[in-house]
């Protein structure tokens, strides 16, 4: 059976708009968080994507109806679809997918329209629905690209863009399209769903740390993350050279606390996605992990890895989220884009801000500075509210 592989690459995260700039950032450990515009004055802090080139000209026909989380999802689609070389033409578009993964929906979009009915006593504008509405990134990304094949949005909180990428590459896999345009998106920074995150006490005052001694909790972010997926005969049958499958997904449930995560469930699907990929841990070479910097995620993560890589050292294992922030649905995909780059180039992105590493934790967490080293296989992590939980395998081709 050909393997799924990666073809393209696309992003918007904050202090980046394309992958090359993103790579950079996180390789130098640097983050681009700013107190929230949305909350003046609160101490709160969050990762904002800057409008730029990559928002110029997006093939958007009505951008009144699209929401921010949409518009970011086309914009880093666009980027992925030019760098997999794929033009309308080039794939019969009924065998072209669109799976995103998106936490909430339009959230700026329904901040917008309580304030216009609750506080200005407004009618909600007449695109209200459109734009909150859930599926609408798949929507839209559909809509710019000519994509039309299944086309649907993913929704499982922080796991939301891991669990699209998985099923995207089961269609794939299956046969069922050529090409699935996958990831996530989110763009959740609006004053009620900012409040309601302070109202948790887990966000950060200071910046994310991860694996930190000193960690307080996490910064909330926009973004979107996109991979370009394919089966590999269909890539190299266009003259592409792919470097890197998609190789196992793993998924499940705590089926326990809505909030409090679990060693267990989050072990289950690593392993999952180990036996989906054929490999076994002692091959996993890069782990990027969930890591929020909440005292309690990153404990019970570095707990589920132990259950899973054994008692001995753990695999060196980094969390992208010091530099980008947690952009919740949008997350996983960052992150994928992150792990499939480290593969690509040899080089596993370090753990920004971790200054003084927790030793109770006692993981090789890579800290602030890019190490060199072979990545033939590697995992990514996505632990969500509700208990769910989801990893991907990877593999050099």
């Known amino acids: 059976m050909s393997a799924v592989v990666v073809s393209g690459l696309g992003v918007a995260a904050p202090g980046a708009l394309d992958v090359e700039t993103f790579w950079a950032n996180l390789t130098a450990g640097r983050s681009a968080f700013a107190p929230a515009r949305a909350l003046p004055g609160s101490g709160v802090i969050c990762g904002e994507v800057e409008e730029g080139e990559a928002f110029a000209d997006l093939p958007i026909p009505v951008p009144a109806a699209c929401d921010r989380n949409a518009v970011l999802a086309v914009a880093a689609a666009r980027q992925a679809l030019t760098e997999a070389g794929l033009v309308p033409g080039s794939v019969a578009p009924e065998r072209v997918a669109v799976v995103l993964g998106n936490g909430g929906g339009g959230l700026t979009s329904l901040d917008t329209q309580y304030e216009r009915l609750f506080v200005e006593n407004k009618r909600p504008h007449p695109f209200s629905i459109v734009r909150a509405m859930g599926s609408s990134s798949a929507s839209w990304v559909s809509i710019a ?32 399209v050529d090409v699935a345009i996958t990831g996530g998106t989110e763009a959740p920074l609006s004053r009620g769903t900012l409040m309601a995150w302070n109202a948790m006490k887990i966000m950060s005052r200071t910046g994310c740390r991860p694996f930190s001694r000193d960690r307080d909790g996490l910064v ?28 196992g997904f793993g998924s499940g449930a705590d089926a326990g606390d809505i909030v409090a995560p679990t060693a267990e469930g989050m072990a289950r699907a690593m392993r999952a996605a180990l036996e989906d990929a054929g490999l076994s841990p002692a091959e996993i070479a890069y782990v990027n992990a969930h890591g929020t910097g909440t005292r309690a995620n990153d404990l019970t993560e570095v707990r589920a890895m132990r259950a899973v890589f054994g008692a001995g050292a753990l695999p060196p294992t980094s969390s992208t989220k010091g530099a980008t922030g947690h952009a919740l649905g949008a997350a996983g995909g960052l992150e994928a884009v992150a792990t499939v780059l480290a593969m690509r180039r040899g080089l596993a992105p370090p753990t920004a801000h971790l200054n003084d590493p927790d030793t109770e934790l006692d993981i090789d967490a890579i800290p602030l500075t890019a190490r060199a080293m072979p990545i033939p296989a590697a995992m990514s ?16 081709i």
């Open 220 to 247: 909330v972010s926009e973004g979107a993350g996109v991979l370009v997926l394919e089966r590999e005969a269909h890539a190299r049958a266009r003259g592409l050279r792919p470097e890197v499958a998609l190789a």
């Open 145 to 176: 690209f000519g994509a039309r094949g299944p086309c649907f949005v993913v929704a499982s909180a922080c796991a939301s863009a891991t669990h699209a990428i998985g099923v995207a590459a089961g269609l794939v896999r299956g046969g069922l």
């Open 381 to 396: 992590n996505s632990f969500a509210f509700g208990g769910l939980n989801a990893s991907l395998v990877l593999r050099r």
